[in-house]
């Protein structure tokens, strides 16, 4: 059973294209988050949800909208893709202290 | 600002010890986490150190200084499987998790 399952697990999209990752988590949990690492491999946060609500929105470009249908699903939506954008991005839940990750989608803007 | 600084990279030898440091400087504390990241996969969750002293857990602990900012995560009997980036985070006055860039530790036999 996947704790945590996001889709696509690969997206390949040229420039300008919009695009969105979807990200479903069955255990439970109250807060939902995205994460984009770099090739540097460094984690940043980027959204989380609470039961709905956002309670932390980084300075993240706003071409990058979170959207939660409901408490498992954080879905996120990017306008007008840009070269910058290519990374791993990960959908997280949480309870808690531990944090569950899902696989990853990697995005390659050409 | 905040900041976790731990090494870029490691080097260890198969059934070893080896020891990774963390240290930060965050507006307040509320815990600190390591991970583990195998390339190419998830972050999957190893230790929660909120008080001073060292956590054991199997072949990992990890252990807290709050005074001084410091953490370590100690591998011990290395396998070759350990090879991976270990990424240290802390959860500031915000509840929001604040995390180092990882550490890549290199097994060899």
């Known amino acids: 059973d996947t704790a945590v399952s996001q889709t696509p697990k690969y997206l390949v999209t040229q420039m300008g294209n919009d695009k969105s990752i979807k990200c479903e988590q069955n255990l439970g949990h109250d807060t939902m988050y995205w994460y984009k690492q770099d090739s540097k491999k460094f984690l940043k946060i980027m959204f989380s949800y609470n039961n709905k609500e956002l309670i932390i929105n980084e300075t993240v470009p706003n071409r990058f909208s979170p959207k939660s249908p409901d408490k498992a699903h954080l879905n996120l939506h990017i306008n007008s893709l840009e070269l910058g954008d290519s990374a791993v991005y990960f959908c997280a839940s949480s309870q808690f202290d531990e944090q569950y990750f899902g696989p990853g989608t990697r995005l390659t803007v050409t | 600002g905040q900041n976790i600084d731990q090494p870029t990279e490691m080097t260890a030898t198969e059934g070893a010890i080896v020891q990774i440091n963390c240290t930060y400087q965050?507006?307040?504390?509320?815990?600190l986490f390591w991970y583990q990241q195998h390339a190419g996969e998830a972050p999957t969750f190893l230790s929660y150190n909120v008080l001073d002293g060292l956590e054991e857990k199997g072949r990992f602990s990890s252990f807290l200084s709050r005074s001084k900012g410091y953490s370590y995560l100690l591998l011990k009997e290395l396998q070759m499987k350990d090879s991976a980036s270990y990424l240290c985070a802390v959860r500031d006055s915000n509840y929001q998790l604040i995390w180092g860039a990882g550490t890549k530790l290199i097994i060899k036999p």
């Open positions: 965050t507006s307040g504390f509320n815990g």
